[in-house]
């Protein structure tokens, strides 16, 4: 769980184009389209599926999986290509949201909302060369900017039985500057998520609330020559109650988590074709969990504190050439530190005092070229040398390649990649010795995909990828610490199909097969979901009238769970959701009804998602309205 303070200043979003002072039509360059297999989200994908949360937009996604650990609000992580999650880099206008306090290196995405999100961007495959450690792919949440002109947006959520949710946003801007403010509470009094092993697995009483503040502001001045200088800050903080893992109700076991960072950029044209910025980023995180003895735990009690900084220092430079080639040279220079603190008093079994730090240093140099041949061939082919003073110099490379004919409506995609994936500061504090953990090489990926559009209305979109790595980091359950083991294999194949035979109607169908194993012995690699599979639907019987329908299947997994002093492994039960929605947009405002997870209300069919068996995504009716000014 994670609970954000958070002050980020972006980059791209954030730094508006100089503006023109000529009076005639200037010709605008066309931009260099990327190799990457790339789905991008904006706002009308957030209405059409009613999203809030970022974990409820990337449900929706074509090879995205969303795994929520406990109750509302509590620990959620997303994988992709049937990698682990602490290969997913998640980013926020630059800024890289995966501190490594977390034991896995994960990144915890419960408490990132869409509030004054402009765009979310998926790139899957290895991209460690432009995004450090992302061995199976990025998020990349990009926050608007204020325009010229002016703008404010006010919403009200009110959910049953879950609690309140309110937003506000503004923006504003001229030629020379601008300025953004976002703000938003959710109150939850939320619902249990504990089993009680009595032979008949029923749900616990006692409410698990969720209570998530949140500021967001940017800025952005331009003193002139196409000179920027751009701010933004983003403050969060939660808190969670949680239960004793899934056995039990504990009204005072709860968690708090806050994230600051702190982002500044400067930008320049130097020229017409070179442009560079330097960015400075620091951020802190602060994650305190406690429990107190009580009659449903008695004599055990918890007190655990991580607080983890990161500080990264970045030049990069784009030279572009016209509408056939662009080039990215940049140097980065990152440092990481944690502390810790945990006090265990018989619980769960365990007594342990520890008091401990850990932290490292990264520098690295990054050189990428894009460049179009005919209109029709995109050749990617970047290089990463990153040296780190725990293991010294690693090489992380990526060649990738897109060819569109447009005549047959066909884009062909491919790429080779080398990633390098560091341990955590958390994994090395729980590692066999401290310090021990190698980093986890994606020793060969490759990856390919056709996308073809079929006389207008249909599209058919397949994708897949096959990595060998080596030191995998794995938790090891006999020493309850992380170590690395020879290597896996795993394979992720994804197809979509999405119809939409008339502006006011569209339907899309995707399914996921993963197969994760370690070598050599062949065993099944566990947390990753072999089956997903999604249907959307959307319409309108008329204009600004939306009705929409989700179906949504995870399943099964290889879990280990660990009950009575015992260690088996199991098949987690696979799990389905469905969703509906209607919205109906009145002058400047948007009306809107949903119906969330509605096979939870059929007691049989309500699902246990997580490995101890806590009951996760319970039903919800929600009423929102969202008026622009």
């Known amino acids: 769980m994670k609970r954000a303070l958070l002050f980020l200043l972006s980059f791209i979003s954030m730094i508006p184009l100089a503006a023109q002072t000529n009076t005639t039509p200037a010709r605008t360059t066309p931009p260099v389209r990327s190799a990457d297999n790339t789905t991008v989200l904006t706002e009308a994908d957030f209405l059409r599926y009613h999203a809030a949360s970022l974990a409820e937009l990337l449900r929706h996604v074509p090879g995205v999986q969303v795994r929520q650990h406990s109750s509302f ?26 501190p490594g306090s977390s034991g896995d290196g994960a990144c915890d995405i419960a408490h990132i909302t869409l509030d004054g999100v402009e765009r979310v961007e998926i790139i899957r495959g290895v991209q460690s ?23 404010a947006s006010l919403s009200l959520r009110g959910s049953f039985p879950e609690g309140f949710y309110g937003a506000f946003n503004a923006a504003a801007g001229i030629d020379q500057a601008y300025f953004s403010l976002s703000a938003s509470q959710l109150l939850t009094r939320g619902e249990s998520r504990a089993i009680h092993f009595d032979g008949q697995n029923a749900p616990g009483i006692e409410r698990d609330g969720y209570n998530r503040s949140l500021v967001q502001a940017s800025a952005g001045v331009n ?41 500044a950029r400067y930008s320049q044209s130097l020229t017409p074709w070179w442009k560079h910025a330097i960015i400075l980023d620091a951020a802190v995180e602060e994650r305190n969990e406690r429990d107190a003895t009580d009659a449903f735990d008695a004599g055990e009690s918890l007190s655990a504190f991580d607080r983890t900084f990161v500080g990264s220092l970045k030049w990069q430079n784009v030279f572009t050439m016209g ?61 990463r040398l990153n040296w780190d003073i725990r293991t010294n110099l690693n090489i992380d490379y990526r060649v990738a390649a897109l060819f569109t004919m447009n005549a047959v409506g066909i884009d062909v995609h491919a790429a080779y990649g080398h990633a390098t994936r560091y341990a955590s500061d958390k994994q090395q504090l729980m590692s066999v010795t401290h310090g021990s953990l190698a980093p986890e090489i994606t020793m060969h990926a490759i990856e ?15 994708f897949g990828s096959y990595s060998i790595l080596t030191n995998v980091i794995s938790y090891d359950i006999n020493t309850g610490s992380y170590t690395n083991v020879p290597g ?90 469905v969703d509906a929605g209607v ?37 919800a009716f929600t009423v929102g309205a969202t008026a622009r000014f």
Request: proline share 4%; no cysteine.
């Open 129 to 151: 060369v432009k995004f450090p450690g992302a061995s199976a792919g990025v998020i990349h949440v990009v926050s608007k900017r204020g325009g010229v002109g002016q703008s």
């Open 488 to 577: 896996a294999s795993i394979l992720s194949a994804t197809v979509e199909l999405a119809f939409k035979p008339v502006s006011r109607f569209t339907a899309a169908i995707n399914y996921t097969f993963v197969q994760a194993n370690y070598l050599p012995t062949g065993v099944i690699m566990p947390e990753r979901p072999r089956h997903s599979a999604h249907a959307d639907i959307a319409f309108e019987p008329f204009e600004k009238f939306l009705i929409s329908l989700g179906l949504h299947y995870v399943g099964p997994r290889t879990e280990l769970l660990t009950t009575a002093g015992t260690n088996s492994w199991v098949a987690l039960l696979d799990h389905g959701l």
């Open 223 to 263: 003193p002139g020559s196409d000179l920027w200088f751009a701010v933004s800050m983003y403050y969060q903080n939660a808190d969670v109650s949680l239960d004793d893992r899934a056995y039990e109700d504990d009204p005072n076991r709860a968690v708090n988590d806050k994230l600051i960072a702190l982002d």
């Open 73 to 98: 609000g509590g620990r959620t992580t997303v994988y992709l290509s049937g990698m682990s999650a602490g290969a997913v880099a998640v980013y926020r206008d630059g800024v890289l949201l995966n």
């Open 583 to 619: 919205s109906y947009t009145w002058e400047f405002i948007d009306l809107f009804v949903k119906a969330e997870n509605i096979l939870s209300l059929i007691p049989s069919l309500r699902p246990a998602v997580d490995v101890a068996g806590y009951y996760g995504y319970p039903f």
């Open 448 to 462: 390919a995909g056709v996308r073809q559009r079929i006389g207008g209305m249909l599209t058919m979109d397949a």
């Open 323 to 383: 509408d056939f080639n662009k080039l990215n040279a940049g140097a980065e220079f990152l440092m990481n530190m944690l502390s810790h603190h945990y006090d265990a008093q018989n619980f769960e079994g365990m007594t342990s005092i520890k008091d401990e730090g850990n932290g490292y240093m990264l520098a690295a140099a990054s050189l990428r070229d894009t460049a179009v041949f005919f209109k029709a061939l995109t050749i990617d082919a970047g290089v």
